[in-house]
């Protein structure tokens, strides 16, 4: 496994036939979200808001999980309102 670092986060590459992907902060990650950091903090609470993880005393995101979880949120929203 080769791990490059780019600023904070960093880019994982696996095994030959798997897709890189990258680790952010909870910083990175409630920018692309475009929310605030204490309701990101908030949603890992509840155990509602994107999957993380923690390695050591960091709180980390993968990039794929966050759109994974937009598109949830996508999809729910367009079950629940059909007509939008």
Same mark, same amino acid.
């Given at each position: 496994m080769t791990t490059h670092t780019t600023s904070t986060s960093f880019h994982v590459e696996h095994g030959?036939?798997?897709?890189? $992907? $990258? @680790? @952010?902060?909870?910083?990175?990650?409630?920018?692309?979200?475009?929310t605030p950091i204490a309701t990101m903090r908030y949603w890992r609470y509840l155990g509602t808001g994107p999957r993380s993880f923690r390695l050591g005393r960091h709180v980390w995101y993968r990039a794929s999980d966050i759109d994974s979880w937009i598109r949830a949120q996508r999809d729910a929203d367009e079950s629940a309102n059909p007509s939008r």
């Open positions: 030959s036939g798997h897709e890189a $992907d $990258d @680790l @952010l902060t909870i910083t990175e990650a409630a920018a692309m979200i475009r």
